[in-house]
């Protein structure tokens, strides 16, 4: 992938050892699935910082209070996600949470219910609104959020996909896991605005002919996502597909006098 002038320079800048890389922020994303397959995918603004204009899978950063001990749960353990996740016990649990909260913000998708064998139905009213928009601006955290509608959240709806980290040339750099969910029957995900200003359900190898024809605009990561999501015909095989979860760091390198960036 070449990259622009301006990205070009400052690769040029990290790799001589003029610009210190800047660190990069624990985050989440959740592929939402349903019959087809169908991805949930939305087009961030084009006034964004960070990804402007692409189509993006629903996540975002850990928040701290998403490490809460509190956070009622059910399915595989904290500890049992670090061993999947490669990561410590408090951070797979703030993961697994950001996973969790980040798709209801960004999609109304709850994958949380009253007890480890149920889910919620419907959230679609407007008490379930103003929870969603005091998530958003952290005047509610997700364990009580939980706790006051009597909520488990339930991990065992998650699968663990991959590992993405964005490239040290990069201004602002995410640390994140991939992980994909089917849509819980009865949900159903709605225009929610915020960051995106578009949203759509489209089949993954229809979303990278768009792409490829300029028409759409996917991040290395999500490009990757849909190629693999691609070669499956139902979404029992990608919940059965066996998974080693290993970190992509992509690097920017010079061929030819060109900068590009490289996966491998």
């Known amino acids: 992938m070449p990259l622009p002038a301006e990205l070009a320079a400052r690769a040029r800048d990290v790799l001589a050892g003029r610009i210190v890389p800047v660190l990069a922020r624990d985050a989440a994303t959740v592929v939402l699935l ?26 975002g950063s850990v928040d701290a209070r998403d490490t809460d001990q509190a956070v009622a749960w059910a399915g595989p353990s904290p500890a049992e996600w670090g061993e999947v996740l490669n990561a410590g016990e408090r951070l797979a649990r703030g993961l697994v949470c950001a996973a969790v909260r980040e798709t209801f913000e960004e999609s109304g998708v ?33 364990a009580d959020f939980l706790a006051r509608r009597g909520l488990v959240l339930r991990s065992d709806l998650l699968k663990a996909w991959a590992h993405w980290i964005t490239p040290e040339i990069e201004q602002r750099r995410f640390d994140t896991r991939f992980f994909v969910a089917v849509l819980p029957e009865g949900q ?21 002919e768009l792409a490829g024809g300029g028409e759409i605009f996917l991040m290395p990561p999500t490009h990757h996502t849909l190629t693999e999501l691609a070669a499956y015909d139902g979404l029992a095989g990608v919940l059965a597909a066996p998974r080693q979860i290993v970190t992509i760091l992509p690097r920017a390198v ?8 490289v996966t491998m």
């Open 34 to 59: 349903r019959p087809g397959p169908e991805v949930y995918l939305l087009r961030r603004k084009a006034t964004m910082a960070f990804a402007a204009g692409a189509y993006v899978f629903p996540g």
């Open 110 to 142: 709850l994958l949380a219910g009253p007890g480890p064998d149920s889910v919620v139905a419907d959230t679609t009213g407007d008490d379930w609104e103003a929870d969603r928009l005091a998530l958003i601006d952290h005047s509610l955290g997700f």
């Open 188 to 208: 159903r995900t709605r225009d929610v605005g915020g960051e995106a200003d578009r949203v759509v359900w489209q089949r993954p190898g229809r979303a990278l």
């Open 254 to 261: 010079e061929i030819e006098g060109e900068m590009r960036l």
